[in-house]
Each structure stands twice: as C-alpha cells, then as structure tokens.
C-alpha cells in the first residue's frame, strides 16, 4: 500500500508534528508500507510522472526529529511559504494524496484537528486516518466537547466561554484558582493557571491569541492521566506527574524537563481505573470518534473529570499514546499498523 504522511501544517503545534511525521514515516516503512512524508502546508515540488518516486520504503534520517519549543505564530508559518498563498494545502499536496491508498493525517493542532482537512479530503473521496470530519471540529472546540459531556452525563470541570479579555470574576461562577486556554488549541499552548482577579485580563488576553474564544475552567487539583483508545481496545491509563509548574508545552516536548509517565499508574485503585477506562470509551462514543483517540482527565480523591479529548495524539517519542500502547505489548510499528487497519475496515464496512 502507499501512504501519504501529512505533517506540519500552519498550527502552533506544527514542530511537534514534524517530529511526529518522521516517526510514523519510519514505523509504517518497516512495516511494508511505500510512504511518502509531505509537510500539508509547503507541500512539494514534483512533477505529475515522478510522483510515484515520492513513495518510499527506507528509512528517514531521525536526527530531523526536533522539536523546537518555540510556540509559532500565524506570521512566522506564512511566511515559510515563499509563494505568498495562504491556503490549507502547500503546492501539489492533493495531488500526492490521490495516489495514494491511504492518508495518514500526522497534523496536531487547529486545521489537522478540527475537521478542515478532513473535509477536504472527504470531498475528494480521499481515505485518511482518525475521526471524521464533524466529530474532528467538535472534538477540537473545547467548549462544544464540553457541552456534549454535558449532555451525556461526563462529569467535567465547570467552565465558561469568553471571546473578550474583559471578562469580570463576576461572570464567572467559580472561585481562583482558574484555568484559560484557547477553545481551539491543543499541546497547552496559550494555557494558564490563574491564582487572583489581578491575572484574570491579562491571561485571558493571551489565550485570545491563538484563538478567536477562550474557554475558563475551575482549576481541578488532582491527578493526572490519560487513556487512549484504538480499534476499540482501551489501553491502560498514563500518569502524568512533573516535579515542578505544571505539564504545560515545555514538560510535553524538552528532553530535560522533570517529567515522569507511569502506566498503568501506582497507587491507583482498580475499581478508579476499570471507570476511567469505561468513561474513556463512554467520551469516545459521545463525540462520535473513530478508530482511534485519546482523553484526558484529572482524578480528585475518587471522582473522575474529563477534561478534554484529542482525536489525532501526539505520536513523537514523547507522546502519551505510543507509551501506553508498549504498556501492553504494542510497538510503535504496530501502533501505526492498527491505525491504518482500523480506518481500513471503517472504510469497507461503509462501502457495503
């Protein structure tokens, strides 16, 4: 089969998933698979014969994998491309993808996530990996995930939403600590703890940064994990613990930060666990996820708070999914193969 990887992207995530792109690239190589690895935003420069070149089953050089924790902005991602169009896909993308068999979508962020891309290739009867592209757009929008929690009985921290810094704590129905992030983000950039009325403004105005909304949660002090979902087998629950601040954007993607993941988690109760993992799939089925996806939660004494849910996890060596999936004897390899499998199978059960 040939794959097309699509990395990159214009998101503030586009680093990590440069990283992630490699990654998957290599993995699905030594899998078999012929892959061609395409930054969706720069696209490429080929002419039409030579496209079936792109396709290959040797390795990439892994020193590429760096991740930078610089948070780009919109301007410096235009302007990597010289051409001075400003589109979702780089030259010649979609044609690279209708060669091939599959589209591996390795974007994390804003327009990989939130069912642009999606929707392009939908048009174009292209088969790509993860959720589809209305649950990839509510999924991504924290404030409509929340509202669908809501409706369907996920216990959530309590939240409001905000498309103005001048927001007062009297409209908000909560006490400091709080936290702000983008409504649309991920990788917790434009995200803060808020401690006193005097921050409020100020780091609601930063998360309006990278965002047109931004969304106020109360702040949950508890524990930290995550459990991803794929091919419809839960995978056991990660921990996330830091020695100092909080698992914020520098913990997720800097080699030396103190960060420490343990899975399955010590010091958990199983009956905690077995519901963290019957509400992981609970999430799952709310937003109308596919194949595969991972949801986070915060765990105070015994009560379970979903806090959010990505339908394409990070997938660098850092990452929380590939971690949890080793946990029960899964490589990365296999990973990415049940990934590509899985969406395989959706595709023919719609055909029938």
Same mark, same amino acid.
Not at 179 to 193: D, E, L, Q, Y
Not at 204 to 231: N, Q, T, W
Not at 267 to 276: A, Q, T
């Given at each position: 089969?040939?794959?097309?990887?699509?990395?990159?992207?214009?998101?503030?995530?586009?680093?990590?998933?440069?990283?992630?792109?490699?990654?998957?690239?290599?993995?699905?190589?030594?899998?078999?698979?012929?892959?061609?690895?395409?930054?969706?935003?720069?696209?490429?420069?080929?002419?039409?014969?030579?496209?079936?070149?792109?396709?290959?089953?040797?390795?990439?050089?892994?020193?590429?994998?760096?991740?930078?924790?610089?948070?780009?902005?919109?301007?410096?991602?235009?302007?990597?491309?010289?051409?001075?169009?400003?589109?979702?896909?780089?030259?010649?993308?979609?044609?690279?993808?209708?060669?091939?068999?599959?589209?591996?979508?390795?974007?994390?962020?804003?327009?990989?996530?939130?069912?642009?891309?999606?929707?392009?290739?939908?048009?174009?009867?292209?088969?790509?990996?993860?959720?589809?592209?209305?649950?990839?757009?509510?999924?991504?929008?924290?404030?409509?995930?929340?509202?669908?929690?809501?409706?369907?009985?996920?216990?959530?921290?309590?939240?409001?939403?905000?498309?103005?810094?001048?927001?007062?704590?009297?409209?908000?129905?909560?006490?400091?600590?709080?936290?702000?992030?983008?409504?649309?983000?991920?990788?917790?950039?434009?995200?803060?703890?808020?401690?006193?009325?005097?921050?409020?403004?100020?780091?609601?105005?930063?998360?309006?940064?990278?965002?047109? !909304? %931004? $969304?106020?949660?109360?702040?949950?002090?508890?524990?930290? @994990?995550? =459990?991803?979902?794929? *091919?419809?087998? #839960?995978?056991?629950?990660?921990?996330?613990?830091?020695?100092?601040?909080?698992?914020?954007?520098?913990?997720?993607?800097?080699?030396?930060?103190?960060?420490?993941?343990?899975?399955?988690?010590?010091?958990?109760?199983?009956?905690?666990?077995?519901?963290?993992?019957?509400?992981?799939?609970?999430?799952? !089925? %709310? $937003?109308?996820?596919?194949?595969?996806?991972?949801?986070? @939660?915060? =765990?105070?004494?015994? *009560?379970?708070? #979903?806090?959010?849910?990505?339908?394409?996890?990070?997938?660098?060596?850092?990452?929380?999914?590939?971690?949890?999936?080793?946990?029960?004897?899964?490589?990365?390899?296999?990973?990415?193969?049940?990934?590509?499998?899985?969406?395989?199978?959706?595709?023919?059960?719609?055909?029938?």
């Amino acid at each position: 089969m040939k794959i097309v990887v699509l990395s990159g992207g214009r998101s503030t995530e586009r680093n990590v998933s440069l990283s992630s792109g490699v990654k998957i690239s290599n993995a699905l190589r030594s899998k078999g698979y012929e892959v061609a690895n395409i930054d969706s935003f720069l696209g490429i420069d080929v002419e039409d014969d030579q496209i079936d070149s792109l396709f290959k089953t040797e390795a990439e050089d892994e020193s590429k994998m760096i991740i930078d924790d610089e948070v780009l902005t919109d301007e410096k991602i235009n302007a990597l491309r010289t051409d001075g169009t400003r589109g979702l896909l780089g030259k010649n993308v979609l044609k690279v993808c209708q060669h091939a068999d599959m589209v591996y979508l390795g974007l994390h962020g804003e327009d990989g996530e939130n069912g642009k891309m999606q929707a392009v290739l939908d048009v174009f009867d292209i088969r790509y990996t993860g959720s589809g592209t209305l649950a990839s757009a509510v999924t991504m929008d924290k404030k409509f995930s929340k509202e669908v929690f809501v409706q369907n009985n996920i216990k959530t921290a309590k939240f409001v939403a905000t498309k103005t810094s001048k927001i007062t704590k009297e409209e908000i129905p909560f006490r400091f600590p709080m936290v702000v992030k983008p409504s649309n983000g991920g990788s917790s950039v434009g995200t803060h703890i808020i401690n006193d009325e005097s921050e409020l403004q100020a780091m609601v105005a930063d998360a309006l940064r990278f965002d047109k !909304e %931004a $969304l106020i949660e109360e702040y949950i002090k508890g524990r930290e @994990f995550s =459990v991803a979902v794929v *091919d419809g087998q #839960v995978l056991p629950a990660i921990e996330v613990t830091v020695d100092t601040g909080w698992y914020d954007f520098q913990h997720k993607f800097t080699e030396n930060t103190t960060t420490h993941f343990t899975t399955p988690p010590e010091n958990l109760d199983e009956d905690i666990h077995l519901e963290m993992q019957e509400v992981a799939l609970q999430t799952f !089925e %709310a $937003l109308s996820m596919t194949s595969y996806g991972r949801v986070d @939660f915060l =765990v105070r004494d015994r *009560d379970i708070f #979903v806090m959010e849910a990505n339908t394409l996890p990070g997938m660098t060596p850092r990452s929380l999914m590939p971690r949890e999936a080793e946990a029960v004897g899964i490589s990365y390899p296999e990973l990415c193969d049940k990934i590509i499998k899985s969406k395989l199978r959706y595709y023919e059960e719609l055909a029938k």
